[in-house]
């Protein structure tokens, strides 16, 4: 099992970026697959999650109204699109498998890292 987060870069505060997180070596489609984060300094928190039949869960009020999360099973990737992005949105951001969105994670995957900073 692998999964594999990227799109992460350096952006302005009120910018926008589009991670990916692409898995292989499971049945992509039957999984949720969540988003975290983790700022320096800070603990790794839950962001979103986005089941196998595309419900949302947002486990984060701050990104409401400015995270999107889509997923395209037949390319075994989810995005996660971040719009209007502010210094505190700076983190690690890593993709995960539950079974569903209230489920612990099953597995991680290695992070990318969104620096936002004039």
């Known amino acids: 099992v692998q999964l594999q987060a990227s799109g992460g870069g350096l952006v302005q505060p009120g910018g926008s970026l589009r991670l990916s997180c692409t898995g292989s070596?499971?049945?992509?489609?039957?999984?949720?697959i969540g988003w975290s984060r983790q700022a320096p300094g800070k603990e790794r928190e839950g962001v979103l999650c986005i089941s196998n039949t595309g419900r949302v869960t947002y486990y984060t009020a701050s990104v409401k109204g400015r995270f999107t999360v889509s997923r395209e099973n037949a390319k075994n990737t989810v995005y996660l699109q971040m719009n209007n992005l502010k210094p505190e949105d700076t983190a690690i951001y890593y993709c995960a498998i539950r079974w569903h969105c209230h489920s612990p994670v099953q597995n991680w995957g290695q992070g990318t890292l969104v620096t936002v900073s004039s």
């Open positions: 070596g499971f049945t992509f489609g039957d999984l949720a």
